[in-house]
């Protein structure tokens, strides 16, 4: 199975400075028609796991533009160019290339 | 509105059996990859199976021959039969909806269901 690890682990933001988490895979996640299957989900405290990304770096509906998602190959980044209050919780990204999907370890945000 | 709704769950020996249900409403389930994911206490969440629009299926090594998934398409329902229960599979069992973009061998989970609880203890 594909393993994917993220740092940081804990990432403490102040309000209105960006954030950047990364993520990597322990194969290529480029598929042979040039897209990533990557996607990164947000779960908020007490609450399901929610689409914010799919193939490395379209938002899904309805997530405002302030996150953005990039990277190729094995290396991802999800930023978040200005921290909001509501952006607490842990980020997960996770491969969608082989059954079974991987997530990785998580990054836990918290607002300074 | 579109929804996912999970029950099912509870406190069970370990060797015991469960099924796990997930009714949809607002789309229909056979035309989707509809996901189950678990998520174990203070841990992240860990993808289990899959049913494909088509019908194959697709589990992950820790569950497999154990676990089976199935829909009833009349009732717009998912299911996941848990059998030979183990501590380790105590979780929240989420069911997720699969949506793949046009031309892609791929899906993401764009809808997830509240999840419910499922503790194997004696």
């Known amino acids: 199975d594909l393993v994917m690890t993220q740092s940081p682990l804990s990432l403490p933001v102040t309000p209105g400075e960006p954030a950047s988490i990364s993520c990597r895979s322990s194969?290529?996640?480029?598929?042979?028609?040039?897209?990533?299957?990557l996607d990164w989900y947000l779960q908020k405290p007490g609450q399901s796991p929610q689409l914010l990304i799919y193939l490395g770096s379209n938002r899904a509906s309805g997530v405002p533009d302030r996150f953005s998602g990039s990277g190729s190959g094995t290396d991802f980044t999800l930023k978040i160019s200005r921290v909001e209050a509501e952006d607490v919780g842990t980020y997960y990204c996770m491969e969608a290339l082989q059954i079974p999907y991987s997530f990785g370890p998580g990054t836990k945000l918290e607002i300074k | 509105e579109v929804q996912l709704v999970e029950s099912g769950g509870g406190l069970i020996q370990p060797g015991g059996s469960l099924r796990l249900s997930c009714v949809a409403s607002g789309f229909t389930v056979s035309s989707n990859y509809m996901t189950w994911v678990r998520q174990a206490p203070g841990k992240g969440p860990e993808w289990v199976s899959v049913i494909y629009s088509g019908g194959n299926t697709y589990y992950a090594d820790s569950v497999k021959g154990r676990f089976t998934i199935s829909r009833d398409n009349s009732k717009n329902t998912v299911y996941l039969q848990m059998n030979n229960l183990r501590a380790e599979d105590t979780a929240v069992y989420y069911c997720a909806r699969g949506d793949a973009p046009p031309g892609h061998y791929y899906y993401y989970m764009d809808v997830w269901g509240k999840g419910t609880t499922v503790t194997v203890s004696s």
């Open positions: 194969q290529s996640l480029l598929y042979s028609n040039g897209y990533n299957y």
